[in-house]
C-alpha cells in the first residue's frame, strides 16, 4: 500500500477490534472500500490478527503503537502456504 489514512487512538478501554472497526468506519466515509488495515508489531498481544468487516489486520514493524494505517492494496499479497511435499512422478531438473 502507497497512500492510506493514518488513525490514532490509544483508549485502553476498547479492544483491538473496536479500534479498527472504527478506522475503517471513517475510511469508507472519506475514500471509499479499504481491505488492510497495518497495525504495530505488538498490537496483538501474542493472538491471531482480526479480521475486521473483510479488512486484513496486519503487523508492521513501521506503525507506530496506537496507530492504524488503513487503506486499499491491490495486489493484496493470500497468506503464505505450506508448499507441501513434491508430487508424486514429477521429474526435478
Request: net charge negative; proline share 13%.
Amino acid at each position: 500500500m502507497k497512500i492510506g489514512m493514518l488513525w490514532f487512538d490509544d483508549s485502553p478501554k476498547k479492544s483491538l477490534a473496536a479500534k479498527v472497526t472504527e478506522a475503517v468506519a471513517y475510511y469508507r466515509r472519506k475514500y471509499g472500500e479499504p481491505n488492510v488495515c497495518y497495525v504495530a508489531q505488538g498490537a496483538f498481544g501474542g493472538g491471531e490478527p482480526p479480521e475486521v468487516e473483510e479488512v486484513r489486520v496486519r503487523p508492521s514493524p513501521t506503525v507506530p503503537p496506537h496507530h492504524f494505517w488503513v487503506g486499499r492494496e491491490e495486489t493484496l499479497a493470500p497468506e503464505p502456504a505450506y508448499p507441501g511435499p513434491a508430487q508424486e512422478g514429477a521429474v526435478e531438473r
